[in-house]
């Protein structure tokens, strides 16, 4: 019994050396003799990957989500229309008050003229009324110097020039849209007309100088003129105007005296048509002052 145990100890060993054998490779190694080299032969891992599939997931959306989308949309383009509005608004308000206080400078000096104009044709008149009278209280072919300066005086005059810069520019720029007084707007058109009715009257008015002149040509004599202002830079007189006569062509008397009664007509009615545009000035420089609260322009 115990030989057989030992065989049976004996023939695993041999067959585990033989196994090991089999896993030793015998490689040369030069004159030191043989060296063994073990190679460990390891099995091929296989590894087990996992595939992933995209998962799409869908689902239908209902009409309220449909309607909030739509609605924050609207909003969203509601808003910016209305703060661009806003905006432009902010700009137009800002330039409507530049046009207006410019215009004030404007009807300022527009009243500034009407002022000196107006005391001007004052003092027309009474000149006129002052040859008027002398010549019908006086029937002599000789007149004093001093007549002859008043009727002289009478061909002077100051034509109206409007300072229309900015109205033109509201005109033509379409700038009257800007306005949103409404009784402003129609201030302005109103003593716009008036101006353009001025400038008709003025060219009656220049009329009616220009044949004053020629009839001042035709009644004083010019040679009895000619020896009152002569003078030259060597020959310096002083001019001794209620002792020195002038002669007069007596036939174109009564022609000249009937154009002064139409020329002070026309200087009266000239005056009268002058305030009532000095008063539209005057009513629409308060009126931009109070609307847009510019008082201290």
């Given at each position: 019994m115990i030989e057989e145990e030992n065989l049976e100890a004996q023939s695993k060993d041999d067959s585990a050396q033989s196994k090991e054998i089999a896993n030793e490779i015998i490689l040369?190694?030069?004159?030191?003799?043989?060296?063994?080299?073990?190679?460990?032969?390891?099995?091929?891992?296989?590894e087990i990957m996992e595939t992933h599939h995209p998962h799409h997931?869908?689902?239908?959306?209902k009409w309220t989500e449909y309607?909030?989308?739509?609605?924050?949309?609207?909003f969203a383009v509601f808003l910016g229309f209305v703060a661009e509005n806003i905006r432009e608004n902010s700009v137009e308000r800002h330039r409507e008050k530049q046009f207006m206080s410019a215009l004030i400078k404007?009807?300022?000096?527009?009243?500034?003229?009407?002022?000196?104009?107006?005391?001007?044709?004052?003092?027309?008149?009474?000149?006129?009324?002052?040859?008027?009278?002398?010549?019908g209280l006086n029937q002599n072919k000789t007149i004093p110097a001093t007549i002859y300066g008043k009727a002289f005086e009478?061909?002077?005059?100051?034509?109206f020039f409007q300072n229309s810069g900015t109205i033109d520019q509201l005109k033509n720029s379409g700038g009257l849209r800007l306005i949103t007084k409404r009784t402003v707007v129609d201030s302005i058109q109103g003593y716009d007309l008036g101006v353009k009715r001025l400038t008709v009257r003025d060219k009656f008015e220049v009329d009616e100088?220009?044949?004053?002149?020629?009839?001042?040509?035709?009644?004083?004599?010019?040679?009895s003129l000619s020896q009152l202002f002569i003078d030259t830079m060597y020959n310096k007189k002083?001019?001794?105007?209620?002792?020195?006569?002038?002669?007069?062509?007596?036939?174109?008397?009564?022609?000249y005296l009937n154009h002064l009664r139409e020329f002070r007509f026309l200087i009266f009615e000239d005056m009268k048509l002058r305030d009532q545009i000095a008063l539209k000035a005057f009513n629409l420089l308060s009126l931009i002052k109070k609307e847009y609260h510019l008082e201290n322009e």
């Open positions: 040369p190694a030069g004159e030191a003799g043989l060296q063994k080299q073990t190679i460990e032969v390891k099995e091929p891992q296989t997931v869908t689902h239908k959306k309607l909030l989308e739509f609605l924050m949309l609207f404007d009807l300022q000096l527009d009243s500034v003229q009407f002022s000196r104009i107006r005391t001007g044709n004052a003092y027309k008149l009474k000149l006129t009324d002052s040859v008027i009278t002398y010549f009478l061909i002077r005059g100051a034509a100088v220009v044949k004053n002149i020629d009839l001042l040509q035709k009644l004083f004599d010019g040679q002083t001019q001794d105007l209620k002792n020195t006569f002038i002669s007069l062509n007596t036939v174109y008397l009564s022609e």
